[in-house]
C-alpha cells in the first residue's frame, strides 16, 4: 500500500543517512575536548594496574552485597512483573504504570528512594526492583500474548482462570520466562554495582574510591572479581539455585542503620517534598500561576537545555555504536576469523559487555576530564559490543553457499547486506537504551537531563527533580514510540532484539528473517 | 427425542470471510457422523461452530494435538477434566498427582495404547502419538458428544479403526471430520459431505458406497 506523503519511504539507506546526518549535526554542539594534562600517562598506570591486580583488597562483603542486592531486586521484579503480566492486555494503567516505571533509570530510583530509605539495603533492592518490574511485566506480556494457545482453547470451559494459566499457560512458556529472568540477573548484577557510585555498599563503592585516588591494581582486581561472578552466572544461577540464592541474599543484608525514620520520611517525602513547592501551604491567590511559573522556570532552564544535551549525546553515541558493531562483528564470527580467532573475539566483546557504561564513562572521565568524549565511547563500547556479538552470531548462521566468497567480499556483498535490516533493528531497540543511559550521565558532570536531577536532589530540590524525572520519563518514551515506528516502517519490527533472545532465534533457525523482505534471501 | 446437535439455516467464517453458508443439520443422540469433503470445504469451520454452541456437552479433539509440549501426557490427559476438580486439587495434581488420578489416566491411555508414555513430555511423542494423546484427553473429558477433526490423520488405517471403535463406544454421539471413504463408510451411520460451505450430500452409509463418494474427492489423493 502506498502511503501519501511529502517524506520519500523510509529505507534502509534513507534511515542510515538520516541517523549519520543528525549524529553529525550534533558535533559541532558536543564538547568532544580532552582536558586532562597528562592522559597518556594516566592511561600507561592503567593499563599497569590491569596487569597486576592487587587481589588483597578485594572487600568480600561488598561482592556479596552486589549480588544479593541484584538476587533481591530482581526476584522482586520478576514476580512482580509477572503479575502485571497477566492483566498487561487488559488494564491501559497497567501498561502505563509499567511504561513508567521503566522508563527511570534505576540510578534516578535509587537517588530518589534514599530520601526515604537512606542508604539501606531496602533502596538497593527497590531501585533495581522498580525498574525491573517494568520491564518484566512488559516482556512476559510478550511471551503471552506470542504462547501457543491452541491447548488452552480446548480447556473445558469452565476450568477456572488459575487452573487454566497453571497448565496450558504458564508451562508454555515457562522456558522463556526462566531464560529471560536468569538473564536478567546479569543486568541486574551491572545494576547494583553501578548503584555503588551513589553510595550504596557494593562493589561500585569501593571502585569510585580506587578510581578517584588511581588505585588501579586494586580497581582491576575488583572488577576480575565481577568479570567471573558474570561469566559463571549459568553455572551458579539456575532454576534449582534460586531459592538458596534469595534465602541467603537475605541473610547477608546489610544492617539497616536508622531504620526507625523511614516512616517519617514517608510521610515527610509524600505530604511535603514532592509537593511542588509554590503549592505548599499557600493560600493567596496566585499559587496555580504561581505554580506555573514555577514549572516553566523548570521547563526553559533546565528540561529544555538538559533534553537537547541528552539527545546530543544520545545520537553521537548510537551512531558510533552502530560503526563499532558493523565493524566488530566478523571479530566473533568463525567465518571470517575461524575457530580460536573467533573465540577470542567472543571473550573480548563479553567483557566489554559486562563493563558497565556508567562506571566505564566514569573511568575515561578521570582519565581524559570532563567533556562528551569519554561517554560517547563508554556508550559505543558498550553497545557496539552487544550488537556486534550479536550480528557475529547471526552471521556464522546464514546460509552461504559452497563457493561463496570469503574475507572482505564475504562481509561487503554476503553477510553485510543480508545482515542489515536486522542490525537496523537492534540499533533502533538501543536507541531508547542509549538514551536513558545518556541522560544519567548527567550525574557524573555532563550537562545531560541527570545533572539538573542530581543537582535538585543535592539541594532538597525533591519537587523539581519529580518534574525533571517526568521530563526524563517522557523523552524516553517518545524515542521509543519513534523507534517503534521506524521499525515498522522499514518492516524490521519482528526480528529479534533482545539479548536473551538468542536461543529463540536459533530455535526459529528456519525463519530467521520473517519480516524483512531485503533480508529473505540467503547469500548467494 | 431431541436432537443432540441443531444447526438451523447458519452461516459461519473467520476474519470476515464467509465460510459455511446457510447450513441446516440435526443429529440425534447415539448417531455416529463422518463430516466429509475437500481441504478448505469448510469441515473445520463446521465442527469449531458445533463446539462453539454446544461447549458443555462436547469433548473436542482439534485438528492439530494442541497438546503443552513441556508438560507429560499425564498432565496433558488431566486437562480434560480440570473443570471437575477445585482449582487447589488442579495445582496439587500439576505438582504431585494423586494415585487415583494415575490410575484414571493410565486406564484412558491403555484403551489408545500410550500407557508406557505416561510420564514421557508431551513434547517428545511422535505426531501418532500426540494424537492418541489427543484422543485420551477428549476420553477423559467424557461428555456425550464427541467431536473430532481428523482425529485419526497420523494414524495407519488398522490403528485409526482402532481408535475410532473406542471413541464410538465412550460416547453417546460422534461427529467426525474424516478424509477417508473406506473409514467413514466403515466407522459411521451417516454421512454428510461439504463443498463450498454448503451441504451436498447428507445420507445413512447404507445406502452409499465408495464408487459413489469418489467423484466428491477427484483430485485428492484416496
Redesign the interface.
Given at each position: 500500500m502506498k502511503r501519501p506523503g511529502i517524506l520519500p519511504a523510509l529505507t534502509y539507506r534513507s534511515a542510515t543517512l538520516i541517523f549519520l546526518l543528525v549524529a553529525f549535526a550534533a558535533i559541532p554542539f558536543a564538547d568532544l575536548g580532552v582536558s586532562a594534562l597528562h592522559p597518556g600517562a594516566e592511561f600507561g598506570r592503567l593499563v599497569g594496574g590491569i596487569l597486576s591486580p592487587a587481589f588483597a583488597a578485594i572487600e568480600v562483603r561488598s561482592v556479596i552485597w552486589t549480588v544479593a542486592f541484584a538476587v533481591l531486586g530482581v526476584a522482586l521484579g520478576g514476580t512482580a512483573g509477572l503479575v502485571l503480566a497477566l492483566v498487561f492486555d487488559r488494564f491501559r494503567t497497567v501498561r502505563l504504570v509499567a511504561a513508567s516505571l521503566r522508563s527511570v533509570h534505576e540510578l534516578f530510583w535509587a537517588l530518589f528512594l534514599m530520601q526515604i530509605t537512606g542508604l539501606s539495603a531496602t533502596t538497593g533492592i527497590l531501585a533495581i526492583a522498580l525498574p525491573y518490574t517494568g520491564i518484566f511485566a512488559k516482556v512476559f506480556a510478550e511471551f503471552f500474548e506470542e504462547a501457543d494457545r491452541?491447548?488452552e482453547?480446548?480447556?473445558?470451559?469452565?476450568?477456572?482462570a488459575?487452573?487454566?494459566f497453571?497448565?496450558?499457560r504458564l508451562?508454555?512458556v515457562?522456558?522463556q520466562i526462566k531464560t529471560y529472568s536468569l538473564y536478567r540477573l546479569e543486568c541486574g548484577m551491572r545494576s547494583t554495582l553501578v548503584l555503588g557510585f551513589v553510595g550504596l555498599p557494593t562493589i561500585g563503592f569501593n571502585l569510585e574510591s580506587y578510581f578517584k585516588e588511581g588505585h588501579y591494581a586494586e580497581a582491576a582486581a575488583l572488577l576480575l572479581c565481577f568479570y567471573v561472578l558474570i561469566g559463571t552466572r549459568r553455572l551458579w544461577a539456575r532454576a534449582a539455585t534460586v531459592p538458596f540464592l534469595v534465602i541467603g541474599s537475605l541473610l547477608v543484608l546489610p544492617e539497616t542503620t536508622g531504620n526507625s525514620s523511614t516512616w517519617r520520611n514517608l510521610a515527610r517525602f509524600f505530604g511535603h517534598d514532592i509537593i511542588p513547592a509554590p503549592l505548599r501551604n499557600s493560600r493567596d491567590g496566585h499559587t496555580w500561576s504561581n505554580f506555573g511559573e514555577w514549572a516553566w522556570r523548570i521547563t526553559a532552564h533546565q528540561i529544555g537545555p538538559g533534553t537537547v544535551q541528552t539527545l546530543i549525546l544520545a545520537q553521537i553515541a548510537l551512531v558510533a555504536a552502530g560503526v563499532l558493531a558493523l565493524l566488530l562483528y566478523p571479530m566473533v564470527a568463525r567465518r571470517f576469523l575461524g575457530r580460536f580467532g573467533h573465540y577470542l573475539g567472543r571473550a573480548t566483546l563479553v567483557i566489554t559487555r559486562s563493563t558497565p557504561e556508567y562506571m566505564l564513562a566514569y573511568l575515561l572521565l578521570q582519565l581524559m576530564g570532563p567533556s562528551m568524549l569519554p561517554a560517547i565511547i563508554a556508550l559505543s563500547l558498550h553497545n557496539g559490543a552487544i550488537i556486534g556479538y550479536l550480528l557475529g552470531r547471526q552471521a556464522d548462521q546464514l546460509p552461504l553457499r559452497a563457493d561463496a566468497p570469503t574475507g572482505a567480499n564475504l562481509y561487503f556483498y554476503g553477510t553485510t547486506p543480508v545482515l542489515y535490516g536486522q542490525f537496523l533493528a537492534y540499533l533502533l531497540y538501543r536507541w531508547e537504551l542509549i538514551l536513558r543511559e545518556s541522560a544519567i550521565f548527567g550525574i557524573l558532570g555532563l550537562k545531560t537531563l541527570g545533572y539538573y536531577v542530581d543537582a535538585a536532589i543535592s539541594e532538597l530540590r525533591i519537587d523539581t527533580a519529580a518534574l525533571l524525572l517526568i521530563g526524563v520519563a517522557l523523552l524516553s518514551m517518545c524515542v521509543d514510540a519513534l523507534s517503534r515506528n521506524l521499525r515498522r516502517r522499514l518492516r524490521i519490527e519482528t526480528l529479534p532484539v533482545r539479548l536473551s533472545a538468542e536461543h529463540r532465534s536459533n530455535a526459529a533457525r528456519s525463519a530467521p528473517y520473517a519480516g524483512a523482505p531485503q533480508a529473505q534471501q540467503p547469500v548467494v | 427425542m431431541a436432537a443432540a446437535i441443531t444447526l438451523d439455516h447458519v452461516s459461519a467464517g473467520y476474519n470476515g470471510a464467509l465460510v459455511l453458508h446457510d447450513i441446516t443439520l440435526s443429529i440425534e443422540p447415539g448417531e455416529r457422523v463422518a463430516i466429509m469433503g475437500r481441504s478448505g470445504a469448510g469441515k473445520s469451520t463446521l465442527l469449531n461452530t458445533i463446539y462453539r454452541r454446544y461447549?458443555?456437552s462436547v469433548a473436542?479433539i482439534?485438528q492439530?494435538s494442541?497438546?503443552?509440549?513441556?508438560?507429560s501426557v499425564f498432565?496433558?490427559v488431566?486437562?480434560?477434566?480440570?473443570?471437575?476438580h477445585s482449582?487447589l486439587y488442579?495445582?496439587r495434581t500439576?505438582v504431585w498427582p494423586p494415585a487415583a488420578e494415575i490410575a484414571a489416566v493410565t486406564q484412558v491411555l491403555e484403551a489408545v495404547g500410550l500407557e508406557e508414555k505416561l510420564f514421557a513430555r508431551a513434547g517428545e511423542l511422535s505426531g501418532g502419538q500426540q494424537q492418541r494423546t489427543s484422543v485420551a484427553?477428549a476420553i477423559l473429558?467424557g461428555r456425550p458428544v464427541l467431536v473430532g477433526d481428523e482425529p485419526v490423520s497420523a494414524l495407519d488405517r488398522v490403528q485409526a479403526g482402532e481408535v475410532l471403535r473406542i471413541l464410538s463406544a465412550r460416547h453417546e454421539t460422534k461427529i467426525f471430520a474424516l478424509h477417508d471413504i473406506r473409514l467413514a463408510l466403515e466407522h459411521s451411520d451417516r454421512i454428510v459431505l461439504i463443498e463450498g460451505g454448503r451441504i451436498v450430500l447428507d445420507e445413512p452409509c447404507g445406502q452409499l458406497s465408495y464408487q459413489r463418494l469418489l467423484p466428491y474427492f477427484e483430485g485428492e489423493l484416496q
Amino acid at each position: 500500500m502506498k502511503r501519501p506523503g511529502i517524506l520519500p519511504a523510509l529505507t534502509y539507506r534513507s534511515a542510515t543517512l538520516i541517523f549519520l546526518l543528525v549524529a553529525f549535526a550534533a558535533i559541532p554542539f558536543a564538547d568532544l575536548g580532552v582536558s586532562a594534562l597528562h592522559p597518556g600517562a594516566e592511561f600507561g598506570r592503567l593499563v599497569g594496574g590491569i596487569l597486576s591486580p592487587a587481589f588483597a583488597a578485594i572487600e568480600v562483603r561488598s561482592v556479596i552485597w552486589t549480588v544479593a542486592f541484584a538476587v533481591l531486586g530482581v526476584a522482586l521484579g520478576g514476580t512482580a512483573g509477572l503479575v502485571l503480566a497477566l492483566v498487561f492486555d487488559r488494564f491501559r494503567t497497567v501498561r502505563l504504570v509499567a511504561a513508567s516505571l521503566r522508563s527511570v533509570h534505576e540510578l534516578f530510583w535509587a537517588l530518589f528512594l534514599m530520601q526515604i530509605t537512606g542508604l539501606s539495603a531496602t533502596t538497593g533492592i527497590l531501585a533495581i526492583a522498580l525498574p525491573y518490574t517494568g520491564i518484566f511485566a512488559k516482556v512476559f506480556a510478550e511471551f503471552f500474548e506470542e504462547a501457543d494457545r491452541s491447548a488452552e482453547n480446548v480447556l473445558p470451559r469452565d476450568t477456572s482462570a488459575l487452573s487454566r494459566f497453571a497448565f496450558a499457560r504458564l508451562p508454555v512458556v515457562g522456558q522463556q520466562i526462566k531464560t529471560y529472568s536468569l538473564y536478567r540477573l546479569e543486568c541486574g548484577m551491572r545494576s547494583t554495582l553501578v548503584l555503588g557510585f551513589v553510595g550504596l555498599p557494593t562493589i561500585g563503592f569501593n571502585l569510585e574510591s580506587y578510581f578517584k585516588e588511581g588505585h588501579y591494581a586494586e580497581a582491576a582486581a575488583l572488577l576480575l572479581c565481577f568479570y567471573v561472578l558474570i561469566g559463571t552466572r549459568r553455572l551458579w544461577a539456575r532454576a534449582a539455585t534460586v531459592p538458596f540464592l534469595v534465602i541467603g541474599s537475605l541473610l547477608v543484608l546489610p544492617e539497616t542503620t536508622g531504620n526507625s525514620s523511614t516512616w517519617r520520611n514517608l510521610a515527610r517525602f509524600f505530604g511535603h517534598d514532592i509537593i511542588p513547592a509554590p503549592l505548599r501551604n499557600s493560600r493567596d491567590g496566585h499559587t496555580w500561576s504561581n505554580f506555573g511559573e514555577w514549572a516553566w522556570r523548570i521547563t526553559a532552564h533546565q528540561i529544555g537545555p538538559g533534553t537537547v544535551q541528552t539527545l546530543i549525546l544520545a545520537q553521537i553515541a548510537l551512531v558510533a555504536a552502530g560503526v563499532l558493531a558493523l565493524l566488530l562483528y566478523p571479530m566473533v564470527a568463525r567465518r571470517f576469523l575461524g575457530r580460536f580467532g573467533h573465540y577470542l573475539g567472543r571473550a573480548t566483546l563479553v567483557i566489554t559487555r559486562s563493563t558497565p557504561e556508567y562506571m566505564l564513562a566514569y573511568l575515561l572521565l578521570q582519565l581524559m576530564g570532563p567533556s562528551m568524549l569519554p561517554a560517547i565511547i563508554a556508550l559505543s563500547l558498550h553497545n557496539g559490543a552487544i550488537i556486534g556479538y550479536l550480528l557475529g552470531r547471526q552471521a556464522d548462521q546464514l546460509p552461504l553457499r559452497a563457493d561463496a566468497p570469503t574475507g572482505a567480499n564475504l562481509y561487503f556483498y554476503g553477510t553485510t547486506p543480508v545482515l542489515y535490516g536486522q542490525f537496523l533493528a537492534y540499533l533502533l531497540y538501543r536507541w531508547e537504551l542509549i538514551l536513558r543511559e545518556s541522560a544519567i550521565f548527567g550525574i557524573l558532570g555532563l550537562k545531560t537531563l541527570g545533572y539538573y536531577v542530581d543537582a535538585a536532589i543535592s539541594e532538597l530540590r525533591i519537587d523539581t527533580a519529580a518534574l525533571l524525572l517526568i521530563g526524563v520519563a517522557l523523552l524516553s518514551m517518545c524515542v521509543d514510540a519513534l523507534s517503534r515506528n521506524l521499525r515498522r516502517r522499514l518492516r524490521i519490527e519482528t526480528l529479534p532484539v533482545r539479548l536473551s533472545a538468542e536461543h529463540r532465534s536459533n530455535a526459529a533457525r528456519s525463519a530467521p528473517y520473517a519480516g524483512a523482505p531485503q533480508a529473505q534471501q540467503p547469500v548467494v | 427425542m431431541a436432537a443432540a446437535i441443531t444447526l438451523d439455516h447458519v452461516s459461519a467464517g473467520y476474519n470476515g470471510a464467509l465460510v459455511l453458508h446457510d447450513i441446516t443439520l440435526s443429529i440425534e443422540p447415539g448417531e455416529r457422523v463422518a463430516i466429509m469433503g475437500r481441504s478448505g470445504a469448510g469441515k473445520s469451520t463446521l465442527l469449531n461452530t458445533i463446539y462453539r454452541r454446544y461447549t458443555h456437552s462436547v469433548a473436542l479433539i482439534p485438528q492439530p494435538s494442541a497438546l503443552v509440549a513441556n508438560l507429560s501426557v499425564f498432565h496433558n490427559v488431566f486437562m480434560g477434566c480440570l473443570d471437575r476438580h477445585s482449582t487447589l486439587y488442579n495445582l496439587r495434581t500439576l505438582v504431585w498427582p494423586p494415585a487415583a488420578e494415575i490410575a484414571a489416566v493410565t486406564q484412558v491411555l491403555e484403551a489408545v495404547g500410550l500407557e508406557e508414555k505416561l510420564f514421557a513430555r508431551a513434547g517428545e511423542l511422535s505426531g501418532g502419538q500426540q494424537q492418541r494423546t489427543s484422543v485420551a484427553r477428549a476420553i477423559l473429558n467424557g461428555r456425550p458428544v464427541l467431536v473430532g477433526d481428523e482425529p485419526v490423520s497420523a494414524l495407519d488405517r488398522v490403528q485409526a479403526g482402532e481408535v475410532l471403535r473406542i471413541l464410538s463406544a465412550r460416547h453417546e454421539t460422534k461427529i467426525f471430520a474424516l478424509h477417508d471413504i473406506r473409514l467413514a463408510l466403515e466407522h459411521s451411520d451417516r454421512i454428510v459431505l461439504i463443498e463450498g460451505g454448503r451441504i451436498v450430500l447428507d445420507e445413512p452409509c447404507g445406502q452409499l458406497s465408495y464408487q459413489r463418494l469418489l467423484p466428491y474427492f477427484e483430485g485428492e489423493l484416496q
